[in-house]
């Protein structure tokens, strides 16, 4: 009886946890697909440095820029990404660096630093994903 009901509330909670995992992905999609694009790039407006998002992560992952030059993120991956500056999910070290939702394919997000800092960054969407922006 003790192994019948174990069994009926272990599989009750994996049901209970697979619903709020569903539940969380699907409101997250929603708003993924609700936030406008990101303007496109002007021909005028250079970056001092692209960085690629793929399936691997940030490529180069660290990097060094000017103070006032900016950065282009490009999202190469078929999945979404987020650039974002740290501390995940608040991003506040960097004021400003969040591309405030998940990038399509080939959508970008340029971001300008006006200041001298090191600001680490993430990926909101897959927080392993890290690099660091050195501005001189």
Not at 86 to 102: E, K, R
Request: hydrophobic share 40%.
């Amino acid at each position: 009886m003790n192994d019948t009901r174990t069994i009926v509330l272990l599989s009750l909670a994996a049901l209970i946890a697979a619903a709020f995992w569903g539940t969380i992905h699907y409101f997250n999609r929603l708003e993924q697909e609700q936030r406008p694009f990101s303007p496109l790039l002007r021909q005028d407006q250079t970056a001092a440095m692209t960085i690629q998002v793929a399936a691997q992560g940030f490529e180069p992952r660290n990097t060094e820029i000017m103070k006032g030059e900016s950065v282009l993120f490009i999202n190469n991956d078929v999945l979404p990404h987020w650039p974002a500056s740290d501390v995940h999910p608040f991003h506040t070290m960097c004021p400003g660096f969040d591309a405030l939702h998940g990038l399509t394919t080939g959508e970008h997000y340029r971001i300008t630093f006006t200041k001298s800092q090191t600001c680490s960054f993430h990926d909101h969407l897959n927080p392993s994903f890290t690099g660091v922006i050195i501005i001189k």
